[in-house]
């Protein structure tokens, strides 16, 4: 059984930082793509981050420049370093993965992880 299990949420002060990370388990034999999804209340769920296999990353324009994505391929860990947050960045965070594992190809998505920015 695969699961993805996001940590590191949490209230932060405007300006602020804060680590997220998303931790694949279960028969995995290979990940592609990782990413990171926010959805703030009373709106869609935005992609804003994704590292690839060989960790080329990309960016959603809101948060380039402040957000960093990373993963560690050997753990099978993406993190997501949130730094000079802000209140819009208030958001339930979830990862998810595109992974080869016993039940075959599939995506995998975590159950979230709130953050709030907030004085």
């Known amino acids: 059984q695969v699961q993805l299990v996001e940590s590191g949420g949490g209230l932060v002060q405007p300006g602020g930082s804060l680590r997220l990370s998303c931790a694949a388990s279960?028969?995995?034999?290979?990940?592609?793509?990782m990413d990171w999804y926010r959805q703030a209340p009373g709106k869609e769920r935005e992609l804003v981050a994704t590292v690839t296999s060989s960790s080329l990353t990309n960016y959603a324009g809101s948060v380039k420049g402040r957000f960093t994505i990373s993963r560690d391929n050997a753990k099978k860990i993406v993190y997501l370093q949130m730094n000079s947050l802000k209140p819009e960045d208030t958001a339930v965070y979830y990862c998810k993965a595109d992974l080869y594992g016993r039940s075959g190809y599939a995506r995998y998505w975590g159950q979230g992880t709130q953050v709030t920015v907030s004085s």
């Open positions: 279960g028969n995995i034999f290979r990940v592609d793509d």
